[in-house]
C-alpha cells in the first residue's frame, strides 16, 4: 500500500475554518463570544491550574511537544501536544 503523501503536511481547512473564512460576521459573532467565555473567572482559574501542572511537570514554556493530559481515571499525565489536543473533537 502506498504512504499517504499528505499525512501531516498541514494542507486543507475544516469545514468550519472555511465557513468563518467566508463568512466573515459570524467569524466577528464567533471571536466575540469566545472573548466572553474565555475571560469568564472559571476560565481562567481552569487554564492557571491547567500552566500550573505543566509548570510543576518542566513542560510548560519548553517546547519539548508535551501537554498535561486528564486520564480517565482523574490523572494528569505527560502526553504528546498533538495526540491531547485532538480528542474527543467530535470528528466525523
Known amino acids: 500500500m502506498a504512504r499517504n503523501t499528505l499525512a501531516g503536511k498541514g494542507k486543507g481547512k475544516s469545514k468550519s475554518a472555511k465557513y468563518y473564512a467566508a463568512n466573515p460576521e459570524a467569524r466577528k459573532k464567533k471571536q466575540s463570544y469566545d472573548k466572553k467565555y474565555h475571560s469568564t473567572d472559571k476560565r481562567k482559574s481552569y487554564r492557571a491550574s491547567l ?10 514554556g519548553n517546547k519539548d511537544g508535551k501537554d498535561m493530559s486528564h486520564t480517565k481515571k482523574g490523572t494528569l499525565v505527560k502526553e504528546k501536544q498533538s495526540k491531547n489536543r485532538a480528542r474527543n473533537r467530535g470528528k466525523k
Open 51 to 60: 500552566n500550573k501542572k505543566n509548570r510543576e511537570a518542566g513542560t510548560y
